[in-house]
C-alpha cells in the first residue's frame, strides 16, 4: 500500500488550499482513511484532523471544523483534503494515513497501517 500526499504550498493567511492523497494498493473491504498534521519542531496531532470511512462518514477535529472538508474520490483512488481561511497555525507538514479496518481505526496514530510522506503548508500573515 502506498499513499502519495500533494498539494502542500506557500500561502497568504486567508487563502485555501486542496492537499491531495493518491491511495494505490490497499485492498477492498473494510478502510479508514485520515489527515494528520505535524507542525515542524512539535509532535504530530495526536489525532487525525480529518477522516473518512469506507461508509463515506467524515469526522473532524474540533480545531478544524467549518474550515477543512475532507472527501474521497474512488474513481481515482485519491482522498482530498479542502482547507479555506488559511491562518498561520495551520502551518505544518500533513499526512495521509490509512488502515485497513473501520474508523476510528486510522484516526489515531496506533490504528494506522500506513503513512504517507507529508505535504508541505506554509501559511504567512
Known amino acids: 500500500v502506498q499513499l502519495a500526499e500533494s498539494g502542500g504550498d506557500s500561502v497568504q493567511f486567508g487563502g485555501s488550499l486542496k492537499l491531495s492523497c493518491v491511495v494505490s494498493g490497499l485492498p477492498f473491504g473494510d478502510y479508514c482513511l485520515g489527515w494528520f498534521r505535524q507542525v515542524p519542531g512539535v509532535e504530530r496531532e495526536l489525532g487525525a484532523i480529518a477522516g473518512i470511512s469506507d461508509i463515506g462518514t467524515v469526522s473532524y477535529a474540533d480545531s478544524v471544523k467549518g474550515r477543512f472538508s475532507v472527501s474521497l474520490d474512488s474513481t481515482k483512488s485519491t482522498l482530498y483534503l479542502q482547507i479555506l481561511s488559511l491562518k498561520p497555525e495551520d502551518t505544518a507538514k500533513y499526512y495521509c494515513?490509512?488502515?485497513?479496518?473501520?474508523?476510528?481505526?486510522?484516526?489515531?496514530?496506533?490504528?494506522?497501517?500506513?503513512w504517507g510522506k507529508g505535504t508541505l503548508v506554509t501559511v504567512s500573515s
Open positions: 494515513a490509512a488502515s485497513e479496518r473501520t474508523c476510528p481505526g486510522a484516526l489515531f496514530p496506533d490504528g494506522v497501517d500506513y
